[in-house]
């Protein structure tokens, strides 16, 4: 078993891997009687087939609808009765299983944990039930042209790699998926060897890795993770610029532009933080300044650095104003990426920027679950160290590796640029 | 079954009055990384005249845009360096800093406070912002309905407008105007100042008094007895050709401080706000007949110095409205007719008693209910009786603040989406 310990927002955090391959994190931080506990599973929409496209989420849903010891909403009873809350939640990457309780009572977390690991029912009439609640889920989702619109710009960006799926799946996927594949889909990736479990807050180190051990140190470590995930091509480079046009029934003029970028701890995902602060951290930024304040053609403008296992999207999400033309507002969006492609940002600028990514870090661990996510994501991802590298990289930035960074990477010809427009209608209204 | 000795919420607060005429509120918090600052004035869109809809959203939104001290670039790079934000309303201004810069973002909302500038060419862009915002939300079936709804439930009075006015409201409101509007209403007598982490409340005292000095006194807050329609079955459909249609059912709502507020606060989680699947509506009609992702009721959330509403929400397709609508009306005349189960009884409390600390983690959230505190005229000993309210409550309290405050017979219907007006009239008949 190893051990090792370091400091993140005012916690000290121990790693431990038990023998069945757990791994585990303890974060410990007494200022609020409070513990949140979290179960990653490295199973996302990108381990999927394409068959199974929206297993990954569906089966999110299906983790509190039944297991050996907790028949059907007997997990959110007792989390309940015990004074605390639950939640979950899936990406491209991976599955996480969120609780908080008060730091008497944590450790109740860790049976439920324990036996929906090994002992999912996956009953098939709960299954075709909760079928029902995520078509609506996806119904929902198809209401937002936001969500429709990046959801497209996605699909272009991974012409064939599973990033390019929606992590809810599609309506014909999920309508075809039958319990027998879901069951497939968690044995090969729902065990120890496929986790990390973070324990953050009012905890007793000790205490708190005996009472893992205690759960989950007996569950037999399951299929290694490569022999259990599916082959796919790797997430391939874009070749020339890509637009697409969407319509909707409002006057808004909504633009997406995404990049594909690099995997998640890399420098360079490091350098991409910076220039998202540049480009749209803060009332200061290069984007708002110019393109919402002083030359007032878009309404809001943001951007966000998305890097993922396999690969990564550098997103950017403007609304155009009414009276600008959206060419108007691509090509001065266009002119700001390019001076950052060409010409080095200034100290003071690039000092500035660093220094609001330092301040959000007291922010992005205020309370014991954003420790606990923010700990767990790179955990179960990469390596929860990045956790605590990621700043110190970005401190020691140039900006001539800024500007490097951006002439690579966000550049025309390797993007796609989508467009939700009104309706051929409205345009002459 | 409430389980025993949890952990107590510790949030002392020590209460000051300013030589200017505001209260100031502080709640030291040993250990914490950030601070929060709040500042609240009484008033908000019960103040916008007649026409003016939006004045007080923007009076109030648009204080972080320059002062007499510092114009807005300069605001911005003072606190964004420092992890400092902040966000102004028609209630108010608040932000949250890290902790160590506790003053800077008190200096900066007492300059906010006291001499925002209102900038003609900032006024004008963000009033812009906002018609724009306007005109999209008008197509948006979510927004409408929600609006919609609120009309029906308090017709002409200002709870039933939008906060942020009306595209027609806002293009009459300028800069000069937020400056009237500013001068008039952001006075001292109506303000209440909540400063929350890792402070010394003396020292925060001295460093307040001198910041809202210059804040002029004013008059309290003159309020009129608010007028709503009676309560009646009434209905209304913003069409939209939209894959789901969101629905709202409900009526005329309680007052914060009504002596039923821990009752209703356990009703609501045992028949639509407790969490996951442990509240009824959510478990039948999400989890047993799939009709929703989003599906809630609730009648103490929206409670304040005014009635709220008791709203039943459900966003689902639209072959499925009339059953969403008919299970709601079934679980509303279900509580009010058989005495809730004492197993549901005791889970709804003890998630009540045991989550409560667990929401109090960031300081913002104590700023805020501090200000709530204060408003509500709440006692120091508040929380601690309200979670012995919620664990005095019986299966009988339930039932009779069910039959007294529900009234599945007198609802209003909203619908937004693909439902036709005839169909949603038919539905809100009982």
Partial sequence: MRDSSLEKGGAR???HVLENGLRVLLAERHLDPVVAVMLWYRAGARNETEKEAGVSHFLEHMMFKGSARYGKGAIDRITTTLGGTNNAFTTADHTAYWFEFASDRWESALEVEADRMRALLLDPAEFEAEKQVVLEELAQ?????????SQEVQSAL??????????IGYSDTLKALGPGEMRDYYERFYHPGNAVLVVSGDIDPARALAAVKQHLGSIPAGKPYREADAFRAPAEAQRGEQRLTLRWDDEARRLCIAWPTVALGTDEDCILDLVSTLLAGGRLSRLYRRLVIEERCATSISVHNDTRVESGCFWLFAECAQGTQPAELERRIDAELERLARVPVARAELARAKRIIAAGEAHDAESVSDLAEDLGEFAIDADWRLA????????RTSAEEVRRTVAKLLVPDR???GWCLPQEKRKTR | MIAPGLPRLELPIERFELSCGAQLLVSPRPQATIAAVSVHVRGGPALDPAGREGLAFLTGSLV????AAHDEEELAALLEPEGGEVGGDAAGVSGSIVNERWELLLESLAEMTVAPAYPSDKVELHRQRLLDRLLVERDDPRVQGGQLFRKLVYGAHWLGRAAYGTRASVAKIGARELRAHHRRNWVARRGVIAVCGQVDPQAVRRRAERLFARWPTGTPLQTTPPRFPARAVRSGVFPSKRAQVHVYLGHLGIQRNHPDYAALVVLDHVLGTGPGFTNRIARILRDELGLAYSVNANIHGSAGILPGMFTAYIGTSPDKVRTAVEGFRREIVRIQEEPVGQEELEVAKSYLVGSFPLGFERAARRASYMISAEVHGFPPDYLERLLESFAAVTR?????????????????LAAAGPLAKAEVGRLARP
């Fill in chain 1, 388 to 395: 605590l590298r990621t700043l110190e990289r970005i401190q």
């Fill in chain 1, 141 to 149: 989702g198809e209401d937002d042209p936001w969500r429709v619109l």
């Fill in chain 1, 158 to 167: 991974f012409p064939r790699h599973p990033y390019r799926r929606p992590v």
């Fill in chain 2, 64 to 67: 972080d845009q320059g002062t």
């Fill in chain 1, 13 to 15: 955090i121990h790693e």
């Fill in chain 1, 415 to 417: 993007r796609v640029v």
């Fill in chain 2, 396 to 412: 009988e309290d339930v039932q009779r603040v069910a039959r007294q405050h529900l009234h599945p017979r007198q609802c209003v």
